[in-house]
């Protein structure tokens, strides 16, 4: 599965972006649609994740309640909504898809059981 990006750019803390991931066939192998992002220096990061058969979306700490994970299923796409961005949100942000089939919760943000990536975009937030 191809996971193909838009959205990103440059905003002012504060601000809001969307950025969305329209995966390129049927996603009815996929059972995880996630969120990552990578700062210079650091490792890559879950952000958030969503269960595409049902269940709770899962959110790193550092973002809940600021940003919001959505798919719409009839069009194979996935959303993230980010709102009161920080300086510290500033990465590369990557959509990913996992045909893992269910893992506890904390494993959903973790890239080892990820196996198909979109290219990133980049989100610069600045102060």
Known sequence: VQMVKSGGGSVQAGGSLRLSCAASENTRNIY???????APGKERE???SIPTRGGPEIYA???????NISRDSAQNTLFLQMSSLR???TAMYYCAAAASGWV???AALSTEIYND???????????
């Open 32 to 38: 995880y649609m996630a969120w990552f992002r990578q």
């Open 87 to 89: 300086p510290e949100d």
């Open 46 to 48: 879950g952000v958030a």
């Open 61 to 67: 700490d550092s973002v809940k309640g600021r940003f």
């Open 117 to 127: 990536w979109g290219q990133g975009t980049q989100v610069t937030v600045s102060s």
């Open 104 to 106: 506890p919760p904390p």
